[in-house]
């Protein structure tokens, strides 16, 4: 697809899915990378994808508590994930800067009209479930 061709409009599900594939995968698997850890299969890809999105969701659940409860819930899980990657990788090399992935995402996907269509679509997406909830 060349930046000059139009993008079809997409449902909240699909856009979510071209985000998921195009920015969100990508980003979180080099971020997997600056640790060592490369999946092998498609299947381990699918696992590390699920844990993530499990983490992420258990961070959501934290966010109703106190800031200080979760900041220890954080602390904790990164304190378990650095003994298990030290456990089974040795010492892992310290992870790129989160500035880095950010800067790094947005020159590479500034200009890509799939994803601009997505964010828009996902958005638009969002808004009307939030409407009518």
Do not use: C, W
């Amino acid at each position: 697809m060349s930046a000059t061709q139009p993008v079809e409009k997409m449902s909240g599900q699909d856009a979510r899915g071209v985000l998921m594939q195009e920015v969100f995968a990508p980003v979180f698997f080099q971020k997997l990378a600056g640790y060592g850890i490369a999946p092998e299969t498609e299947e381990e890809a699918r696992t590390y994808l699920s844990i993530g999105q499990k983490l992420l969701a258990a961070d959501g659940q934290e966010q109703v508590k106190k800031a200080s409860t979760r900041l220890d819930f954080l602390k904790q899980a990164e304190t378990d994930l650095d003994r298990e990657m030290a456990r089974r990788y040795g010492t892992a090399a310290p992870a790129p800067a989160e500035e880095e992935y950010v800067k790094q995402a947005s020159e590479l996907l500034g200009d890509h009209p799939l994803i601009q269509q997505a964010v828009e679509d996902y958005n638009a997406a969002f808004d009307n479930q939030t409407a009518a909830a």
